[in-house]
């Protein structure tokens, strides 16, 4: 099988891996979102847990999520549920966390990150490698790549802004890796002799 054959059938693969990766997110996203009207509605940006009759403040911090959890204090006991949350009411104390729907959809589109920025990496690493020099259909791979991970990171249901403590092991570092494989294969074409 000839060089640009390899490459157009990889590219396919790719696009094809990408596009699942992007329809399982958009998936996991509607099954998160329940339809049905809860009782408790939770508020992260706000630091606030309403019901239909009483406003309580969550202790708490989003910086870890989706394994974030929050406590609150009701002036009326009662059992709750939350779309996304799992809820836990004991007396007058309620205790919030991701279900673990959300936590295994986040976690699932870090890997997905990951995948993505480690075959980056892979082909940025065989190319500088090579003696031959880099096909430009690689700068273009890389740069969309580069443009696509954010995207990815924002399917993240209910995920607060960048800057939490998934973004540093999973969302971050990949950018970095996606960088840095996109320099090498660049100063490996200006470097070519031909």
Known sequence: MTAPKRWLIL??????AGGAGLLYASV???LTNEPLEPNLVVDINRKEVRTQTQVAHLVGSPFY??????TAVLQT???FQASG?????NGNLVEIERSDLVQFSAHSIVALIWLTALSIAGVALRTLLSDKRPDPNLFTWATVALLALPALRQTM???PAIGIYIDFYGFLCCEMIVVFSLLAM???WLARKD
Do not use: C, E
């Not at 590219?11 to 094809?16: N, Q």
């Not at 999520?65 to 929050?70: G, H, K, L, N």
């Not at 949350?85 to 009411?89: I, P, T, Y």
């Open 65 to 70: 999520y989706p394994r974030d959890r929050y």
């Open 157 to 159: 249901v209910g995920a």
């Open 28 to 30: 996991i996203q509607t």
């Open 85 to 89: 949350f799992k809820v836990q009411s």
């Open 11 to 16: 590219s396919i693969l790719l696009l094809l």
């Open 77 to 79: 006991p009662g059992s």
């Open 186 to 188: 660049t100063v490996k």
